[in-house]
């Protein structure tokens, strides 16, 4: 399976680690939707800022914002398996 973050293999161990938190293929109806927000604005700070503690801290923020965006998600909407 490819991932959307295969381009960034390059970038620090600390980076790529959350990065795979970030994924949402394996998601699906709204829980899905409201993870590719997340994964977007991952590429986004992927693609205007160097690697560096703060990014990583950046990232793994984003990743918990987008756990609770989710978790909503999938309990709200009736077409998800939770």
Same mark, same amino acid.
Request: proline share 3%; aromatic share 6%; no cysteine.
């Given at each position: 399976m490819t *991932?959307?973050? /295969? *381009?960034y293999q390059h970038r @620090?161990? @600390?980076v790529r680690g959350i990065l795979r938190f970030l994924e949402y293929g394996h998601l699906? +109806? *709204?829980a899905r939707d409201? *993870? %590719? +927000?997340? #994964? %977007? =604005? #991952? %590429?986004?700070l992927l693609n205007q800022l160097p690697d560096d503690p703060e990014l990583s801290v950046a990232l793994r923020k984003l990743r918990e @914002?987008? /756990?609770c @965006?989710? +978790? =909503?998600?999938?309990v709200t909407d009736k077409s998800v398996d939770c």
């Open positions: *991932s959307r973050f /295969d *381009s @620090a161990p @600390a699906t +109806g *709204s409201v *993870s %590719e +927000g997340f #994964a %977007e =604005l #991952a %590429e986004r @914002a987008k /756990d @965006a989710v +978790g =909503l998600a999938a």
